[in-house]
């Protein structure tokens, strides 16, 4: 089992930035993929990016391409996603999963943090 344990969230103005964090530990050699998905109230969970944990590739959903970027610090099991040009639609609790594959499911991540709020006020 891999312990995730989001951090960065908080409440910033239509067009500013935020940057999460989520820090792994445990069983992360067998970690292959780390993803983040978000959900909002009344809303079901939805995936936002992922990055394959070795090689780096990644996948971004179309409402946050060109805008949030996710990347890793190998060296410290951390994953992090820069989030830029925020806007009131991206309000939502995000969290953090890692899995043994390159998914934008969530079905395909067995692990999750404990997720962190972000809101973004027009």
């Known amino acids: 089992q891999v312990q995730l344990v989001e951090s960065g969230g908080g409440l910033v103005q239509a067009g500013g930035s935020l940057r999460l964090s989520c820090a792994a530990s445990g069983r992360t050699f067998s970690t292959y993929a780390m993803g983040w998905f978000r959900q909002a109230p009344a809303k079901e969970r939805e995936f936002v990016a992922t990055i394959g944990w070795t090689n780096g590739i990644t996948y971004y959903a179309d409402s946050v391409k060109g805008r949030f970027t996710i990347s890793r610090d190998y060296a410290k099991n951390t994953v992090y996603l820069q989030m830029n040009s925020l806007k009131p639609d991206d309000t939502a609790f995000y969290y953090c999963?890692?899995?043994?594959?390159?998914?934008?499911?969530?079905?395909?991540?067995?692990?999750w943090g404990q997720g962190t709020q972000v809101t973004v006020s027009s």
């Open positions: 999963a890692a899995g043994p594959l390159i998914s934008t499911s969530s079905n395909d991540y067995d692990d």
